[in-house]
């Protein structure tokens, strides 16, 4: 059968054929760079944008080694500098921090993911108790909160951190969150 171009495919399968032979396309490519990079000892990088908007790269050594080497080589010409220009510029900085963010995730010990993951849950139920309007669902939530603070501060304790001091009346004070903000 080998190889057809996109065109040739039924009109309502056009979207899947489009990722389909991107991922493929991108598979290929990075691996020729590779090649390169093996064969000829080239310094490579590589950023291509899926027809989605997502970005992809290869790099070697890395993405940023050669792209900081190139950036310390060229004067660019703001003259030329378009607002498209300016707009993924932007976007590359936003992807590089949102990269850095999930490095340091998972980076993260085992147990400081656990705490991350539970103070995101508290945050989700406060924002979900904001606007719940039943007074019974408020002190249930209310619950909640001081029997999970109780077993936090056992935890703690059991763990022999000195820098856990707080009472059993500064439970409301543990995240931030007020218990008044709670509706009691």
Do not use: W
Request: proline share 2%.
């Amino acid at each position: 059968m080998g190889k057809r171009t996109l065109e040739e495919g039924g009109r309502g399968q056009c979207c899947s054929n489009v990722f389909v032979s991107f991922s493929k396309r991108r598979k290929g490519l990075f691996q020729k760079a590779s090649e390169l990079c093996t064969k000829c000892g080239a310094q490579i990088a590589i950023v291509v944008l899926s027809p989605t908007g997502n970005p992809f790269s290869f790099g070697h050594p890395s993405v940023n080694e050669v792209l900081g080497h190139y950036l310390s080589q060229t004067t660019i010409n703001t003259s030329f500098v378009t607002d498209e220009h300016r707009h993924q510029t932007q976007r590359i900085e936003g992807l590089k921090l949102s990269l850095k963010q999930v490095q340091e995730r998972e980076s993260l010990d085992e147990e400081s993911k656990i705490v991350l993951g539970l103070k995101e849950c508290i945050e989700k139920e406060f924002e979900d108790c904001k606007e719940t309007t039943s007074v019974e669902d408020l002190e249930g939530l209310k619950q909640k909160f001081v029997v999970l603070v109780d077993k936090i501060t056992e935890r703690l304790l059991r763990s022999g951190s000195s820098s856990c001091s707080f009472d059993d009346d500064d439970h409301h004070h543990l995240f931030g969150i007020s218990l008044s903000d709670l509706g009691s």
